[in-house]
């Protein structure tokens, strides 16, 4: 049974950092893919950042270009989530969730996260306050 759990988040000021963690059991990463998503009061949740746990290829979406670092470590079965010059528009509760690996790519994965991602971390709140 493939288990997510979400670690890292809480209270950072503007122009802070954070590092999420996604650890994951029951399944092997070398053969999934991780996403991030995250959800705001009020809003959709929308898709972050992905990764192969096969190749460590990568994609974003525009919310993460060039403050967000997604990676992972096989070894440990987790992947990381790097966010830094944080902006209030931040805050949100931010989940990770896994999909087996498909013959396609990181970025079709990314594109269409409701076709693929279907086991969900509980979810870590991050506040970044202005």
């Known amino acids: 049974q493939v288990q997510l759990v979400e670690s890292g988040g809480g209270f950072v000021q503007a122009g802070g950092s954070l590092r999420l963690s996604c650890a994951g059991s029951g399944f092997t990463l070398d053969n999934y893919a991780i996403a991030w998503f995250r959800q705001a009061p009020g809003k959709e949740r929308e898709v972050i950042s992905c990764?192969?746990?096969?190749?460590?290829?990568?994609a974003y979406r525009n919310s993460a270009q060039g403050r967000f670092t997604i990676s992972r470590d096989n070894a440990k079965n987790t992947v990381y989530l790097q966010m830094s010059s944080l902006k209030p528009e931040d805050t949100a509760v931010y989940y990770c969730a896994s999909a087996q690996w498909r013959i396609t790519t990181i970025e079709a994965m990314c594109n269409f996260p409701k076709v693929f991602f279907d086991s969900w971390g509980q979810g870590t709140q991050v506040i970044v306050s202005s």
């Open positions: 990764i192969s746990g096969r190749d460590g290829t990568k």
